[in-house]
């Protein structure tokens, strides 16, 4: 039986508000890769942090797009190879972000309106 990955440790910070993750299969580089957004009081924004089982290591990419003041407390969902997270703006509502495995680029996509 194989051994379970140990993902090494991240440093958050102390002064983080919330914590975030999602896990998911890159098909376009055969990487297993973990999405880690860390809110931070300082700076008010989502960071975002990205562990690839093919380089072992974490790295930081972009910071969540927007100013998003929320984020649902419940996992990324993957769906076709992007992470998604439901998010919300005071000015604008709830939207979704996307967050693609193989780019590591962000999306906004407009949430379903429930009426």
């Not at 919330?18 to 300082?42: E, P, Q, R």
């Not at 969540?64 to 419940?74: A, E, F, I, N, R």
């Amino acid at each position: 039986m194989k051994e379970p990955l140990q993902l090494p440790t991240i440093d958050t910070c102390a002064a983080s508000l919330s914590v975030i993750s999602g896990f998911g299969f890159d098909a376009s580089s055969d990487d297993y890769k973990v999405v880690v957004l860390v809110m931070n009081a300082k700076y008010s924004r989502y960071g975002t942090l990205v562990y690839s089982s093919k380089a072992g290591a974490w790295r930081r990419i972009a910071d969540l797009p927007g100013d998003t003041s929320y984020l649902s407390s419940g996992p990324g969902v993957l769906v076709e190879g992007k992470l998604h997270f439901l998010a919300k703006e005071t000015a604008r509502g709830a939207y979704i972000v996307s967050l693609d495995l193989a780019t590591e680029m962000y999306r906004e996509l407009e949430a379903p309106n429930p009426n």
